[in-house]
C-alpha cells in the first residue's frame, strides 16, 4: 500500500488501470484517486475512455485482475449517461425511485433535497432533461452512497439548468461529504466547481487544480488554444463574484 | 356448453393470466420480433420431439432456449442488424422445422393446428400442464420482477447495483421460452408472440405503474380469450386467430383512452 492508500480520506482509486475493448487499447495504466469531500472531475475529448474508467470503478467492466480499490465497506452512487424510460413503461418518479427496498419516507426526503418533490407522483416519460437528471440523482443518493459517480450529469438540460445542478452536487457534497466522480463535457462551468481535474485521453494527460490544468501544454494541444483562452477568460469573470472559494483546492494527493 | 369448451377456455385463462406480465417486459424490452423468432422456432422444436420420440413441450422449450442463447453473442457481434439476424433465425428456424416435417411422411400431424393453434383439442393433462408451469413461470417472474424492471430501464444502472444482469437474462429467455411453448396450443406458433405483446400493450394506456400493467395485460388476456372463444362457439370462427382479434379489438378501443 502506497503512501497515498493509507489516507483515511481514500474512498476509491484506479491504479494503473488497462482496459481493451475489442483490441483497441481504451484506457492505458490509468490512476486515479477519489477522498472523501472532493469533487474529482474527468475532462478529455469524445472516446477518451471516460466512461469506460466510470464503469471500470463502479465494477460494470470487471477487471483482471482487480486494478480498483476501494475502501472496504464503502457504497457507490451512479448516475448513468444516456438514461430514459421509454413511454410504454408506466412509471412514477417515486416508482422509479422505488426499485430497491427503500421507504417511501426515505423517498420523499431524497426528492426533496433534489428539488423535484412536488413531482414525486408524475409520470417519468413527462419530465424535462433537468428534472429527469435530479430524479436519477435522487436514486443514487438514497443508497446512502460515500462515492458518488456521475457521467455527463447535466447532458440533456439547459444551460441555466446546468448551474443549478453542479451548485447542487456541490451542496450536497458540502453536506454528506461524499467523495464525487464526475464526467463533464462542459469544461467552463467545471472548472469553477471542481477540486481537481483529470484530463483523461486513454492515458492520464495531466492532472491537480483547475488552474493547473488548463495551463497544462497537453490539455491547451487536446482541446485548443481558443478554449483555454476563453476558460482563461471565464475564470477571471467567475473570481470576481463572489465563488472565489470553488477553485480551492481541498487536498491534492501527495506527489 | 360442451366440457371441451370448458377445458379450452381453463387452458386459454391459464396462459393469457401469465402472457400477460411476461408480455409487457417483451413489450418494455422491445422484444417482439426477438419473441417471435424463439416462437418460429418452435415448429422446429415440434420436428425434433417427433423424430427423437421426446416430448414435443420439452423440444419447443430447448429449440426456443438454443434460438435466444445464439442470437445473444450475433447480436452483440453487431455484424449484421439485429432485425436481419432475427429475420434470418425466425425464418430459417420455421422452414426448417416445415422441412423436417416433411422429411417424416410416416408421421401425420396436424400442421394448421401448430401453426395456428388448436384449442378445442386441449386436453385435461393440458390444463393441469399449463396450471403449474404458469404457476413457476409467474412465482419466478414475481421474485425478478425489481431487478428486471432495472434492468430494462438502464442496465449498467443494474450491474452497478449488483444485480446479477447476465443471469436474469437467462432465466427471462427460459421464462418466455416456456410461455412459448403453453401459449403455442392455443393460438399457434405464428401467433404466440400476439398473446405476449397485443393484451400488454392494450393495457398501457389504462395504467400509471408497471404492476398495474401486467395485472391488466393478463385480464386483457383473459378477456380476449373468453370473447374469442365465444365468437369461435357460436360463429365457428378459427378458435386461435379469433382470440387474436378479440385482442386486437381491444387494443384498438384503449387508444381511445389518454395515456396516464
Same mark, same amino acid.
Given at each position: 500500500?502506497? =503512501?497515498?492508500?493509507?489516507? $483515511? #480520506?481514500?474512498?476509491?482509486?484506479?491504479?494503473?488501470?488497462?482496459?481493451?475493448?475489442?483490441?483497441?487499447?481504451?484506457?492505458?495504466?490509468?490512476?486515479?484517486?477519489?477522498?472523501?469531500?472532493?469533487?474529482?472531475?474527468?475532462?478529455? !475529448?469524445?472516446?477518451?475512455?471516460?466512461?469506460?474508467?466510470?464503469?471500470?470503478?463502479?465494477?460494470?467492466?470487471?477487471?483482471?485482475?482487480?486494478?480498483?480499490?476501494?475502501?472496504?465497506?464503502?457504497?457507490?452512487? *451512479?448516475?448513468?449517461? #444516456?438514461?430514459?424510460?421509454?413511454?410504454?413503461?408506466?412509471?412514477?418518479?417515486?416508482?422509479?425511485?422505488?426499485?430497491?427496498?427503500?421507504?417511501?419516507?426515505?423517498?420523499?426526503?431524497?426528492?426533496?433535497?433534489?428539488?423535484?418533490?412536488?413531482?414525486?407522483?408524475? $409520470?417519468?416519460?413527462?419530465?424535462?432533461?433537468?428534472?429527469?437528471?435530479?430524479?436519477?440523482?435522487?436514486?443514487?443518493?438514497?443508497?446512502? $452512497? +460515500?462515492?458518488?459517480?456521475?457521467?455527463?450529469?447535466?447532458?440533456?438540460?439547459? *444551460? %441555466?439548468?446546468? @448551474?443549478?445542478?453542479?451548485?447542487?452536487?456541490?451542496?450536497? &457534497?458540502? &453536506?454528506?461529504?461524499?467523495?464525487?466522480?464526475?464526467?463533464?463535457?462542459?469544461?467552463? @462551468?467545471?472548472?469553477?466547481?471542481?477540486?481537481?481535474?483529470?484530463?483523461?485521453?486513454?492515458?492520464?494527460?495531466?492532472?491537480?487544480?483547475?488552474?493547473?490544468?488548463?495551463?497544462?501544454?497537453?490539455?491547451?494541444?487536446?482541446?485548443? +488554444?481558443?478554449?483555454?483562452?476563453? /476558460? =482563461?477568460?471565464?475564470?477571471?469573470?467567475?473570481?470576481?463574484? +463572489?465563488?472565489?472559494?470553488?477553485?480551492?483546492?481541498?487536498?491534492?494527493? !501527495?506527489? | 356448453?360442451?366440457?371441451?369448451?370448458?377445458?379450452?377456455?381453463?387452458?386459454?385463462?391459464?396462459?393469457?393470466?401469465?402472457?400477460?406480465?411476461?408480455?409487457?417486459?417483451?413489450?418494455?424490452? &422491445?422484444?417482439?420480433?426477438?419473441?417471435?423468432?424463439?416462437?418460429?422456432?418452435?415448429?422446429?422444436?415440434?420436428?425434433?420431439?417427433?423424430?427423437?420420440? =421426446? #416430448?414435443?413441450?420439452?423440444?419447443?422449450?430447448?429449440?426456443?432456449?438454443?434460438?435466444?442463447?445464439?442470437?445473444?453473442?450475433?447480436?452483440?457481434?453487431?455484424?449484421?442488424?439485429?432485425?436481419?439476424?432475427?429475420?434470418?433465425?425466425?425464418?430459417?428456424?420455421?422452414?426448417?422445422?416445415?422441412?423436417?416435417?416433411?422429411?417424416?411422411?410416416?408421421?401425420?400431424?396436424? /400442421?394448421?393446428? *401448430?401453426?395456428?393453434?388448436?384449442?378445442? %383439442?386441449?386436453?385435461?393433462? +393440458?390444463?393441469?400442464?399449463?396450471?403449474?408451469?404458469?404457476?413457476?413461470?409467474?412465482?419466478?417472474?414475481? &421474485?425478478?420482477?425489481?431487478?428486471?424492471?432495472?434492468?430494462?430501464?438502464?442496465?449498467?444502472?443494474?450491474?452497478?447495483?449488483?444485480?446479477?444482469?447476465?443471469?436474469?437474462? /437467462?432465466?427471462?429467455?427460459?421464462?418466455?421460452?416456456?410461455?412459448?411453448?403453453?401459449?403455442?396450443?392455443?393460438?399457434?406458433?405464428?401467433?404466440?408472440?400476439?398473446?405476449?405483446?397485443? !393484451?400488454? =400493450?392494450?393495457?398501457? #394506456?389504462?395504467?400509471?405503474? $408497471?404492476?398495474?400493467?401486467?395485472?391488466?395485460?393478463?385480464?386483457?388476456?383473459?378477456?380476449?380469450?373468453?370473447?374469442?372463444?365465444?365468437?369461435?362457439? *357460436?360463429?365457428?370462427?378459427?378458435?386461435? !386467430?379469433?382470440?387474436?382479434?378479440?385482442?386486437?379489438?381491444?387494443?384498438?378501443?384503449?387508444?381511445?383512452?389518454?395515456?396516464?
Amino acid at each position: 500500500m502506497t =503512501a497515498a492508500e493509507s489516507s $483515511p #480520506n481514500l474512498l476509491l482509486a484506479a491504479r494503473e488501470v488497462d482496459y481493451h475493448l475489442g483490441g483497441r487499447k481504451i484506457l492505458d495504466r490509468v490512476n486515479l484517486q477519489v477522498h472523501s469531500g472532493e469533487i474529482v472531475t474527468l475532462v478529455g !475529448p469524445n472516446g477518451a475512455g471516460k466512461t469506460t474508467l466510470l464503469k471500470v470503478l463502479l465494477g460494470i467492466h470487471p477487471s483482471h485482475p482487480p486494478q480498483v480499490w476501494r475502501k472496504p465497506g464503502i457504497r457507490l452512487g *451512479y448516475v448513468p449517461q #444516456n438514461i430514459s424510460v421509454d413511454s410504454v413503461l408506466p412509471l412514477t418518479v417515486s416508482r422509479f425511485l422505488k426499485l430497491g427496498r427503500e421507504s417511501m419516507g426515505a423517498i420523499m426526503e431524497t426528492l426533496e433535497l433534489t428539488g423535484v418533490v412536488h413531482l414525486h407522483d408524475a $409520470p417519468v416519460h413527462g419530465l424535462s432533461g433537468g428534472e429527469f437528471k435530479r430524479m436519477v440523482l435522487a436514486r443514487a443518493m438514497l443508497g446512502r $452512497p +460515500d462515492v458518488l459517480v456521475l457521467d455527463e450529469p447535466v447532458q440533456g438540460v439547459d *444551460y %441555466a439548468g446546468e @448551474i443549478e445542478l453542479y451548485r447542487l452536487i456541490g451542496t450536497l &457534497r458540502d &453536506r454528506f461529504g461524499w467523495g464525487v466522480l464526475l464526467v463533464s463535457h462542459d469544461l467552463h @462551468i467545471v472548472m469553477g466547481a471542481t477540486d481537481r481535474v483529470v484530463c483523461l485521453n486513454h492515458h492520464v494527460c495531466c492532472t491537480g487544480k483547475p488552474d493547473h490544468v488548463s495551463n497544462h501544454p497537453e490539455f491547451k494541444e487536446l482541446f485548443g +488554444d481558443h478554449v483555454v483562452k476563453s /476558460l =482563461a477568460l471565464y475564470h477571471h469573470r467567475h473570481r470576481c463574484d +463572489d465563488h472565489g472559494e470553488h477553485v480551492t483546492l481541498k487536498r491534492e494527493s !501527495p506527489i | 356448453m360442451a366440457d371441451f369448451m370448458l377445458l379450452s377456455w381453463l387452458a386459454g385463462l391459464g396462459v393469457a393470466a401469465v402472457s400477460g406480465p411476461l408480455g409487457c417486459f417483451v413489450v418494455w424490452r &422491445r422484444m417482439a420480433y426477438f419473441g417471435d423468432t424463439m416462437a418460429h422456432g418452435g415448429l422446429l422444436g415440434v420436428a425434433m420431439g417427433l423424430m427423437l420420440h =421426446a #416430448n414435443l413441450t420439452l423440444g419447443v422449450v430447448v429449440v426456443s432456449c438454443v434460438i435466444a442463447l445464439v442470437l445473444l453473442p450475433l447480436q452483440r457481434r453487431q455484424a449484421f442488424a439485429s432485425d436481419t439476424l432475427l429475420g434470418i433465425l425466425s425464418h430459417g428456424t420455421l422452414s426448417l422445422g416445415l422441412v423436417v416435417l416433411g422429411f417424416m411422411s410416416e408421421v401425420r400431424i396436424d /400442421l394448421m393446428g *401448430y401453426l395456428f393453434g388448436d384449442i378445442l %383439442a386441449v386436453s385435461m393433462a +393440458d390444463v393441469i400442464g399449463i396450471v403449474l408451469g404458469g404457476g413457476v413461470v409467474l412465482s419466478i417472474l414475481a &421474485r425478478l420482477w425489481n431487478p428486471l424492471l432495472l434492468m430494462t430501464i438502464h442496465e449498467d444502472l443494474a450491474r452497478a447495483e449488483g444485480v446479477p444482469v447476465d443471469r436474469i437474462h /437467462l432465466i427471462f429467455m427460459l421464462l418466455i421460452a416456456l410461455v412459448i411453448a403453453m401459449t403455442m396450443k392455443i393460438v399457434g406458433i405464428l401467433l404466440v408472440t400476439s398473446m405476449l405483446i397485443i !393484451p400488454a =400493450a392494450a393495457a398501457r #394506456n389504462l395504467v400509471r405503474s $408497471p404492476e398495474a400493467m401486467a395485472l391488466f395485460g393478463a385480464l386483457i388476456g383473459m378477456l380476449s380469450v373468453s370473447l374469442g372463444l365465444a365468437a369461435s362457439f *357460436y360463429w365457428d370462427t378459427p378458435s386461435g !386467430p379469433s382470440i387474436v382479434v378479440a385482442a386486437m379489438v381491444i387494443f384498438i378501443s384503449s387508444l381511445l383512452i389518454p395515456q396516464k
